[in-house]
């Protein structure tokens, strides 16, 4: 099951489609029973004891335990339903390809090989016309003012395959510290887990750039970069609500600290998402690989 399945799937990756097709035993999301859930509230930007948004009372009615954590903004109503009805109809219009665990893409962005670093142009010329709208919105929000597109990828998650996303840690030779979703359609749920594998995701690149933000969202003046955490074995499962049109910003901690996915239970109905990458600062002016990255720099200057 290593070669690339029919329906997009491969390696230990599966959805419905090919879970049925070849009698395939889905991988359950493994919860330590001694493991604490929170859900993270985008009000108060804390941590309450649950596993659903349901499971704690609204802001700012909250009772029982809760703990603060950094690194992650959320934008609500980033999108109004007009500008909503306006993208999903383009992205449509357009065609899909198949992706793993059940997804479908639309990727526009550089050629990337994680394993061997190393970066082309391919095919990439720029971003559709219609989703320009999403990316002029970034200016009105601090934390992305200096936000420099790179890729743009519209995902279809879709319950009828079963989509998922399995946890990782977004490559970090290549893509900078925010990672950047715009959710529409259907609310959803982002599951953070600790990251146990420090030796996956070029996560011994993140040494060696200065952190764009502070811990708590303030641009970083010092030029310190990020300090990872060290005991993560009592850390619990965190819970981020994505809720429709909302933005979601994710950085430091959450960002290089923990691996995140989507489980297939809380996708209940068709959700796309729109996901942005912005490069690492070796690949941006001054950096030692700008000469590598400028002329890609300039294609996503383009919307066509």
């Not at 670093?117 to 709208?133: A, E, V």
Request: with cysteine; aromatic share 14%; proline share 6%.
């Amino acid at each position: 099951m290593d070669k690339p399945r029919e329906c997009g799937c491969k390696g230990c990756r599966t959805c419905l489609v090919c879970e049925k097709l070849y009698g395939i035993i889905p991988k359950p999301f493994f919860f330590n029973s001694t493991q604490k859930s929170y859900v993270f509230c985008p009000y108060c930007n804390k941590l309450w004891k649950g596993w659903n948004l349901g499971d704690i009372q609204k802001h700012p009615y909250h009772i029982g335990e809760h703990i603060p954590f950094n690194g992650i903004y959320i934008k609500l109503d980033f999108l109004n339903k007009e500008e909503e009805e306006f993208l999903l109809e383009n992205i449509d219009s357009v065609a899909w390809d198949s992706s793993q665990s059940g997804r479908r893409k639309q990727n526009y962005g550089p050629k990337c090989n994680f394993k061997k670093r190393k970066l082309q142009l391919g095919n990439f010329k720029g971003f559709p016309k219609f989703s320009q709208l999403v990316q002029d919105k970034f200016r009105n929000i601090p934390i992305l003012e200096d936000f420099r597109t790179i890729e743009q990828c519209s995902l279809e998650y879709d319950p009828i395959r079963g989509a998922s996303i399995d946890p990782h840690v977004d490559d970090c030779w290549i893509w900078g510290e925010r990672i950047v979703t715009v959710n529409l359609l259907a609310d959803s749920i982002l599951t953070l887990t600790p990251n146990f594998k420090n030796e996956h995701y070029n996560l011994h690149c993140v040494h060696n750039y200065p952190s764009v933000l502070t811990n708590t969202g303030e641009k970083n003046t010092s030029g310190s970069s990020f300090k990872f955490s060290e005991d993560r074995n009592s850390w619990p499962v965190v819970r981020i609500p994505m809720p429709r049109r909302s933005l979601l910003v994710m950085f430091g901690s959450p960002r290089y600290d923990w691996e995140h996915q989507v489980l297939r239970e809380d996708i209940t109905s068709r959700r796309v998402c729109l996901a942005y990458r912005e490069f690492t600062p070796s690949y941006l002016p001054g950096g030692s690989h700008y000469s590598e990255g400028r002329k890609i720099m300039e294609m996503a200057k383009n919307f066509f």
